[in-house]
């Protein structure tokens, strides 16, 4: 047999033991379900966190029960619907995909900031003003304000001094944006007081200030608020959602907004050299975890509630409150390494994240793997592991 012929022999097996495991499952559990329910309970990130082998069954199993058209250069077919849908769920007219949460901000401040509207007020803790490289201030010649450092909330007090600041300038230029980002990772996932997010955007609506927010994680919120994600996000022109951090894809975001904004932006996206000509394998996944998923969230919600609940007259463990926070948690041991709790729990399939070094405490995020079915001994393992 011949080079070829050895290759094709091994694709036709590969594609045959796909299939056959494909057709498998289609009678019985489901990839969608099976990860949801079985595997690590992972307290370290926001999502699922699935790895390889699990990322890549549920893109397989996707790509054989669902009815997926590619589309073209991240335009159409299931992105399309992706779009379609998360407009929908965040009550915006419509959406569209990017690449990441970074140029999902940008390309929405810059699009909002016009003429001598160039500055951008956000927290002095958000993803926009740390972690973007300055890439408003770089590429979109954008001044961006930090206000409140420190605090996840700013307050309708901070926002008219700067404005009035501004406007009393002796060269003329004016606020174009106020960019909220809530929950805020640099705060401990703490959310931005929902009462002065109203009274904020019903002060930049009449000063015709356009409102953005980075709701990368706001369908995590929603969850420990309560608070519909659609009664946070009418009160905003246009909204971020990370597509990993909620629906557990490789990577991926999505842009939502009035359509007048939306319309053409896939022009913008291009520029940015972020049209991908593939980017189906993040619809697919994301599409397949949208529904229910506020309500999953609420579940791991109790669970992690009980194990509070249940081990709190340990003098081991101590959990430690924040203040308007969601879904992370402090942990502090007494008497025991942090390292070794850490790896007991491992041996046992629950996934804590290294301890920090200076201070020895867990952050703990919850998460879905929470509902897998090893949950139901969560508190005896922590008690074992001590």
């Not at 494909?22 to 489901?30: D, I, L, P, T, V």
């Not at 606020?175 to 909220?180: F, K, L, V």
């Not at 990368?216 to 969850?223: H, N, Q, T, V």
């Not at 998923?293 to 924040?322: C, M, W, Y």
Request: hydrophobic letters at 40%; glycine letters at 8%; a neutral charge.
């Amino acid at each position: 047999m011949d080079r070829r012929d050895l290759l094709k022999s091994g694709v036709i097996a590969l594609g045959a033991g796909v299939t056959g495991s494909m057709s498998s499952q289609a009678g019985g559990q489901n990839v969608i379900e099976r990860v949801l329910q079985k595997g690590q309970i992972k307290l370290t990130r926001d999502c699922l966190d699935l790895d390889a082998v699990e990322s890549s069954s549920l893109l397989a199993f996707l790509a054989h029960q669902a009815d997926i058209e590619f589309g073209h250069y991240s335009c159409g077919g299931v992105v399309r619907k992706l779009e379609e849908k998360l407009a929908l769920a965040l009550g915006k007219e419509d959406a569209i995909f990017m690449p990441t949460g970074t140029l999902a901000n940008h390309i929405a401040l810059t699009t909002h900031c016009q003429g001598d509207r160039h500055r951008v007020l956000t927290q002095a803790e958000s993803h926009i003003y740390n972690d973007t490289g300055d890439c408003a201030q770089v590429l979109g010649r954008l001044s961006v304000l930090p206000l409140s450092p420190g605090s996840a909330s700013f307050t309708l007090e901070d926002v008219k001094e700067r404005v009035q600041r501004t406007r009393a300038s002796k060269v003329k230029f004016d606020i174009g944006a106020i960019a909220i980002e809530s929950p805020v990772r640099r705060a401990a996932n703490a959310h931005f007081d929902f009462e002065e997010m109203k009274r904020i955007s019903s002060f930049a609506k009449d000063e015709g200030i356009a409102m953005h927010l980075d709701g990368a994680r706001i369908f995590i919120e929603s969850a420990y608020t309560g608070i519909d994600v659609t009664d946070y996000t009418k009160h905003f022109d246009s909204v971020y959602v990370s597509l990993y951090k909620t629906f557990h894809t490789p990577s991926g975001a999505i842009l939502a907004g009035t359509k007048s904004m939306i319309e053409g932006l896939y022009h913008v996206r291009r520029m940015y050299g972020s049209s991908m000509p593939q980017v189906w394998p993040f619809a697919a996944i994301a599409l397949a975890f949208v529904d229910g998923t506020v309500g999953r969230l609420k579940n791991a919600i109790k669970v992690i509630e009980h194990l509070k609940s249940s081990l709190k007259d340990q003098a081991a463990f101590r959990f430690r409150p924040i203040a308007n926070g969601t879904n992370v948690t402090h942990l502090v041991l007494k008497g025991s390494d942090p390292e070794v709790f850490r790896a007991k729990l491992a041996e046992r399939e629950i996934i804590l994240p290294a301890a920090n070094p200076k201070t020895g405490v867990f952050n703990l995020k919850t998460n879905e793997t929470l509902n897998r079915d090893g949950a139901a001994h969560l508190v005896d393992a922590f008690r074992a592991s001590i």
